[in-house]
């Protein structure tokens, strides 16, 4: 479906704007099962691995709804897909609180999962060719900062219910909180729509270009993929995947069980991992154009090279001081930011010509998440039977693995970068 590119950049900022909104609240509705795990365990609804297979149908609904949002991203109208899911996953958080077994915990947090996957990708494709062009690279750095906001609130609003009331109370928090962002979402979608199809010349706040047409065509879509080595990256992004669950999902129960602390205390200390992550993003954009010659996956490779001193660190979990183990968790989270939003949002945004980025934005989403979904019950299987000590040693691993699989991807996407097949920046703001 063609959309119109909007011309001012006070309309653009606009759409940007509850754009930024929308993702970052979408995050009070999901991290809150993280910041409320501990909780959860604590009250003895269930164990760690019963509470990771509720993580895991969540992870895997939304991974699977990624390869299907994803494409239909590309061919239906962002904005209504947007609201859609920002509304079910409101109304999935608030019967959270009212559920009485883990079966029906992990039902409706499925379903979150499925609504969940209607946001990110349409968003993608919003930022790739509705903004306007002028602002298309900034705000493609932008939109990382809804991720280290919006864990914050989440633990922030967590943090608050927990203390005085039950975890129940987290979900149904989250449910009242995500609802500002949906009516913004509303207005700036109707906005949207009356501009996109008044017949007659807009003012100069409205939409006034249609879609550029198509970039010249390089094949199907497996030929696209294959050419630019997007093929090689499924098993590190997955790898990738299970260990940004890992160090994010367990970080409040791990600080709780091993330092005999409350679990609004550990949530507390929590609070310090998305605040220091807000650098994680910018620090990886400035190393991917000063260093690593505008190559997405030679700066992916440079953040899991980062990344294994602290996480060799924590492998002594037990004999470091509680907020030597939140710093070097703090560092650790930042650097997985990093990698991630290489992945998730510049590598796609590369595709904004070929009308894909909506669809490879869902292929690596879904990659991720599937890597969360094995984490999700696996780590807290292998914590549960072993400890955290040996369950950290297992992220080091990982580390390592992705660290080979994003070097051997390296070649392909270099060459295909290098051919000049993709534009970002000033080249790409000219097809666009």
């Known amino acids: 479906m063609k959309h119109g590119t909007l011309k001012d950049a006070r309309a653009s900022s606009l759409v940007f704007a509850a754009a930024w909104i929308a993702y970052a609240f979408t995050y009070i509705g999901r991290v809150n099962y993280s910041a409320a795990l501990a909780g959860m365990v604590a009250s003895q609804l269930f164990t760690k691995a019963e509470a990771g297979v509720i993580g895991t149908v969540f992870?895997?609904?939304?991974?699977?709804?990624?390869?299907?949002?994803?494409?239909?991203?590309?061919?239906?109208s962002p904005f209504p897909m947007v609201f859609i899911g920002l509304s079910v996953s409101a109304c999935m958080n608030a019967l959270m609180s009212l559920m009485p077994t883990p079966l029906w915990l992990s039902i409706v947090w499925g379903?979150?999962?499925?609504?969940?996957?209607?946001?990110?990708?349409?968003?993608?494709?919003?930022?790739?060719?509705?903004?306007?062009?002028?602002?298309?690279?900034?705000a493609c750095l932008h939109i990382a900062s809804t991720v280290p906001m919006g864990t914050c609130l989440a633990y922030a609003v967590s943090m608050g219910m927990l203390r005085f009331f039950t975890w129940r109370a987290v979900?149904?928090?989250?449910?009242?909180?995500?609802?500002?962002?949906?009516?913004?979402?509303?207005?700036?979608?109707?906005?949207?729509?009356?501009?996109?199809?008044?017949?007659?010349?807009?003012?100069?706040?409205?939409?006034?270009?249609?879609?550029?047409?198509?970039?010249?065509?390089?094949?199907?879509?497996?030929?696209?993929?294959?050419?630019?080595?997007?093929?090689?990256?499924?098993?590190?992004?997955m790898l990738h995947g299970m260990l940004k669950d890992g160090v994010t999902t367990w970080v409040p129960t791990l600080i709780t069980e091993s330092y005999g602390v409350s679990p609004s205390f550990s949530l507390g200390l929590s609070l310090a991992l998305p605040i220091v992550n807000l650098c994680g993003a910018f620090a990886a954009t400035w190393a991917w154009h000063r260093w690593c010659r505008d190559n997405e996956i030679l700066t992916s490779a440079g953040c899991m090279v980062l990344i294994l001193p602290p996480l060799a660190a924590l492998c002594f979990l037990m004999r470091?001081?509680?907020?030597?183990?939140?710093?070097?968790?703090?560092?650790c989270t930042s650097i997985l930011l990093g990698y991630n939003h290489m992945i998730i949002t510049l590598v796609p945004v590369r595709f904004g010509p070929y009308g894909r980025a909506s669809t490879v934005t869902g292929l690596l989403?879904?990659?991720?998440?599937?890597?969360c979904a094995?984490?999700?019950?696996?780590?807290?299987?292998?914590?549960?039977?072993?400890?955290?000590?040996?369950?950290?040693?297992?992220?080091?691993?990982?580390?390592?693995?992705?660290?080979?699989?994003?070097?051997?991807?390296l070649p392909a996407w270099s060459r295909f970068c290098g051919a000049g097949k993709l534009k970002m920046g000033k080249d790409a703001k000219e097809e666009i």
């Not at 990110?120 to 919003?126: T, Y």
């Not at 989403?365 to 890597?371: A, E, H, K, L």
């Not at 072993?386 to 992220?395: A, Y």
């Open 111 to 138: 379903v979150n999962g499925l609504a969940q996957s209607m946001i990110w990708s349409p968003i993608v494709r919003i930022l790739s060719t509705v903004l306007v062009p002028e602002q298309r690279d900034r």
């Open 171 to 237: 979900f149904g928090a989250a449910g009242l909180c995500m609802l500002p962002a949906i009516l913004l979402w509303a207005c700036v979608w109707r906005m949207y729509v009356k501009a996109d199809k008044r017949p007659a010349a807009p003012p100069v706040s409205e939409v006034i270009n249609p879609e550029s047409p198509a970039a010249p065509k390089q094949g199907g879509l497996a030929s696209l993929l294959l050419r630019s080595g997007i093929v090689l990256l499924i098993l590190p992004t």
């Open 365 to 371: 989403n879904s990659t991720i998440y599937i890597g």
């Open 59 to 76: 992870f895997f609904c939304y991974g699977s709804g990624q390869l299907v949002n994803g494409f239909l991203g590309d061919k239906l």
């Open 320 to 331: 470091l001081p509680i907020y030597l183990s939140v710093l070097l968790l703090a560092i």
């Open 374 to 409: 094995l984490s999700s019950y696996g780590f807290g299987a292998l914590a549960d039977r072993f400890g955290w000590s040996v369950t950290v040693i297992s992220w080091l691993v990982i580390a390592l693995l992705t660290l080979a699989l994003c070097l051997a991807a």
